[in-house]
Each structure stands twice: as structure tokens, then as C-alpha cells.
RNA sequence: GGAGAGAUGGCAGAGCGGUUGAAUGCACCGGUCUUGAAAACCGGCAUACGUUAGUAGCGUAUCUAGGGUUCGAAUCCCUAUCUCUCCGCCA
């Protein structure tokens, strides 16, 4: 949510900003519904306060045994208008809601203005792409060869977009999993946590999956989503809360499946475990001083990026363009891995500096000593990293011609002493 | 799933139709006293919105949330959510 303050004194700077977005805001419509608001919050207020002073006098008149009878007719007439102006207001008010809760974040000034990922900025890049001497296979073939990735199982079980893996690919998933993990809690100061993977409309609408995503959820009969996300029950562990200013920063780290209903990607990368229903996620949440949060988001993506360094994956960091970044991201970092098969870089992380765009949505909060009042905190997420797209980065450029895949030095200790992934 | 109890300010906890935004205690902040500290005493201490040049003043709302009764609701009624106790079921 845009700070109302900001829609009220600039709404054309606002207006063309969202533009750049691709967000088109009716700034004739937003004036009119603000004119009306404020006529009407006026008006109802007023009669508030006069009817609240009758009612008092009546009770005064009553204490002392004075007719109350005039008092009475005084106030009669008030609670019809009351009744009316309040409810148009009301409606107003729902108006204006169904326009905020809409309306994306703005981007910071020097996020490259663009129409989609071909706009997109490359800042840097890292390792060299691996050369092989034979003809390399995707990780569909090579799963296919070990035995161990089963798509078909999945398909009986599930329908498409799921995959069951297992043995010692299931091993080396979980391995990187804890990886990912140990490294973010032991080098880079994240707290673990273990979250409900189903949470309620709230917690959705505060993050900004929801009103304008739904359709990309699993919502269960009982009206709970499932979390598309980490992101969502971490960042809304801060919801409506007032935080101290020696609380801050928070760093969050959990490991969650994550569920995607990818309505809107039919025939994209419909094979292999590129885009699933269902997929893990180690995610990284910073709650930060607001002066802060820029370094933390450069903070936040490093420390994605050294588990790709560590697991020795060549990667390339782009900044996003305005007309590619999310809902409620202010400044995005992709982190793309090299994928050999397919001869590119493709997303396996994604970090967003929100500002204080969620937390004015949930209400976080904290109170500096220096500021009477509390202020919103800014949110950051980040994936630190995407475990299914991590194995399949690994096992491309980890293959053998024979189709064994060799295990990364960091994660042999995880794998009990396996080295190799062979065949079953 | 069944039966019961409850949800009040940072925390604890009173109030149970009328000057209650809410007693009291604790915590916190400022002051007096003191060489300093503690104690004691004095004072302060919610949030949001509106109006406004204003973090001044004034107004409005908020006692879990949403509806209702009433001239007037923290207080009465309904619904939802959550918490606790007991029983059942269960990894």
C-alpha cells in the first residue's frame, strides 16, 4: 500500500511513476472519491461530537431530575443524518480500498525503466559457464537416466508440474536444503523458524499476494491459503506489531515447500523441475530500519549469492526493470544460475527491497528514540535459494558423460560420503 | 468433535448502560532529594484519522473483530476469531 499522504500531495508524480510500472491510475477518479471523503468525514464527525455532547447533558439532566424530554428531541433529528453520512462515508472509504489495495509499489529512482524481462539490467556475473567435452543433458534426461526423478509417478499421483524424487537425488535436495540453511544461520546471522504452511487471507493480503493475485494460490476448503511463499509467514510474523528500535534488524531464515497454482504459464517450461506446483524454498526475511534497508537488500542478495559461490554455479545478478518487478518490491535483484542444457541463465533467486509498502499493509511497526511516533519498519525478502532450481543447476553442470553427476565438495558432508550420483 | 470460561492500555488488572480514553500496580521517561546510586516523593507516559503551516490546539474513532439495541455501550444482545480448562480423537 502507496503512503496516502504522498497520493494526496503528488498524485501526478504518483501517477507517472505507476505509469512506468505499467500501472494506470485514475487520478480524476482518486481526487473526486478524496474530495467526497472529506466532505462527508467532516460532516459525520460534527454530528458525532453533537450528539455525543446531548447525550452527555442528558445523563447530567437525568442525575439531577430535569425533564430530559427536550434534550431528546434535539438529538432525534441528528441520528438520521448521522446514520446517512456515515454510511456514505463507509462507502467511500471502500472505495479508496478497493483502489490502495490495488495499486502496486513505486519504483526507486534508479530501477531502470522498462516494459518486461527484456529490460532488464545485467550487473554483474560470476564463475564461467563449464565447457564439456560431450553433449550435454538436461536434468529430465539425467534424472531419467539415474532413476531417480520420476515425473510420470507425479503425474499418476498429482497431474503435472509435480515430480517425485528419490534416493540419493531425494538426499541431495535435502542436503542442499541444509546447506543453504547452516550457511545462512552460521555465516550471515539469520534465525531459523518453522512456519504454517497454510495461512489466512490476512497474512496474504498483508504480504501483497492478495486481493489482485489470488488466482495464483491454493485456497483449501476452509478459506486458508497455501503459502506461495516463505516470504508470507515470515514477513507477517512482524504484523501489527510495535517494535522496539534495538530489535531491529530482524533476519529470518526458513525452509518451506512453496505452492504455485503458475496459472498463466501453460506450455512454460512444462518439463523438469523449472516450474512445479510445489517446490522448496529456503527464504531469507530482513525486517530493517528504513534508512537501512538499501544496504540490507545489497546484504540480502550477497548472501544468496554465496551459496551459488559455494556450490562453485556460475551466475549472473540483474536488476529488474520497472515493468518486471513484483507487486510489492520498490528494487529487485534476480540472481540467475547457469543452466547448461538450455545454454542460458535462468532465475533461481529473487530479493526485493518492499520498503515500507507491506509493512504499512500489516502494521509493522517501531518505535526510534529519536521519532515521538512509531514508524514503519521496510521488509525484504529474498530466496536464498530456490532448492528445486538448485538441484537442477547442480545436477547440469555437476554431469559426467556417462550421466553420473558428482556431488559439490560443500554438500559431501551432508551426503554421507557420496561423491557420486550413479544409477540405481 | 463435546462441555464450560474468557479476550480491557507495554505488562498485570479493575470497571459491567451516563463527565470512562478508561481506576490501581508494575515497567518506562523527566524532576526533587543524594557525593553517586537506591528508596521516597512530584510530574509525564496509547494508537489512528480528520482539521491545520504545524510532531500546537480542537474534533472523531479505538476496551479482539463485525453487526445490533439505546438519546448514550468497555458495559446489554447476535455472529466470527482466538485463548484457557475438562472430555473425546489423534502424529
Redesign the pocket.
Same mark, same amino acid.
Given at each position: 500500500m502507496l503512503d496516502?499522504q504522498l497520493l494526496?500531495d503528488d498524485i501526478g508524480a504518483v501517477a507517472q511513476k505507476l505509469a512506468d510500472r505499467g500501472y494506470d491510475l485514475d487520478v480524476k477518479a482518486w481526487q473526486d472519491l478524496e474530495e467526497r471523503r472529506?466532505a462527508l !468525514?467532516?460532516e $459525520?464527525?460534527?454530528l458525532?461530537?453533537q450528539? $455525543?455532547?446531548?447525550?452527555?447533558s442528558?445523563? !447530567?439532566a437525568?442525575?439531577k431530575g430535569e425533564d430530559i424530554q427536550p434534550?431528546?428531541d434535539q438529538?432525534?433529528s441528528i441520528?438520521d443524518q448521522l446514520e446517512k453520512s456515515k454510511a456514505d462515508l463507509?462507502q467511500v472509504f471502500a472505495d479508496m480500498e478497493q483502489v490502495t489495495l490495488y495499486v502496486p509499489n513505486l519504483a526507486q529512482d534508479d530501477v531502470p525503466v522498462g516494459q518486461d524481462e527484456e529490460d532488464n539490467v545485467e550487473v554483474r556475473t560470476w564463475g564461467q559457464p563449464p565447457s564439456f567435452d560431450f553433449e550435454v543433458k538436461d536434468h529430465v534426461d539425467l534424472g531419467a537416466m539415474s532413476g531417480f526423478m520420476d515425473a510420470e509417478s507425479a503425474a499418476t499421483l498429482s497431474g503435472s508440474r509435480f515430480t517425485v524424487l528419490s534416493r540419493d537425488l531425494a538426499r541431495l535436495q535435502r542436503a542442499l536444503t541444509q546447506f543453504m540453511l547452516d550457511t545462512h544461520i552460521n555465516d550471515h546471522g539469520y534465525d531459523e523458524f518453522y512456519v504454517p504452511y497454510l495461512v489466512n487471507d490476512q497474512a496474504m493480503l498483508g504480504s501483497g499476494q492478495l486481493p489482485k493475485f489470488a488466482d495464483d494460490a491454493f485456497i483449501t476448503e476452509d478459506g486458508r491459503f497455501l503459502i506461495p511463499t516463505a516470504e508470507v509467514p515470515l514477513t507477517n510474523l512482524v504484523s501489527n506489531e510495535?517494535l522496539e528500535a534495538d530489535q531491529l534488524p530482524i533476519k529470518m531464515t526458513a525452509h518451506t515447500p512453496c505452492f504455485r497454482r503458475e496459472a498463466g504459464s501453460y506450455g512454460k517450461d512444462t518439463k523438469g523441475l523449472i516450474r512445479q506446483h510445489q517446490f522448496d524454498k529456503v527464504e531469507m526475511v530482513q525486517i530493517v530500519h528504513p534508512e537501512l534497508s538499501n544496504q540490507a537488500l545489497e546484504d540480502m542478495t550477497s548472501h544468496a549469492e554465496n551459496i551459488l559461490k559455494a556450490l562453485k554455479l556460475p551466475y549472473r545478478v540483474i536488476v529488474l526493470c520497472t515493468g518486471d518487478m513484483g507487486f510489492s518490491a520498490a528494487k529487485t535483484y534476480d540472481i540467475e544460475v547457469w543452466v547448461p542444457a538450455q545454454n542460458t541463465y535462468r532465475e533461481i533467486s529473487s530479493c526485493s527491497n518492499c520498503e515500507d509498502f507491506q509493512a504499512r499493509r500489516m502494521q509493522a511497526?517501531f518505535?526510534s528514540p529519536d521519532q515521538?511516533?512509531?514508524q514503519l519498519v521496510h521488509t525484504l525478502n529474498g530466496s536464498g535459494l530456490a532448492v528445486g532450481r538448485t538441484l537442477l543447476a547442480v545436477m547440469e553442470n555437476y554431469q559426467n558423460a556417462d550421466g553420473s553427476i558428482r556431488v559439490p565438495d560443500v554438500l559431501q558432508q551432508y551426503m554421507g560420503g557420496v561423491k557420486v550420483i550413479n544409477q540405481c
Open positions: 496516502p494526496r472529506k !468525514q467532516v $459525520t464527525e460534527s458525532q461530537s450528539r $455525543t455532547k446531548i447525550s452527555k442528558i445523563g !447530567q437525568k442525575a434534550l431528546l438529538v432525534a441520528g463507509q510495535i511497526r518505535r515521538k511516533k512509531p
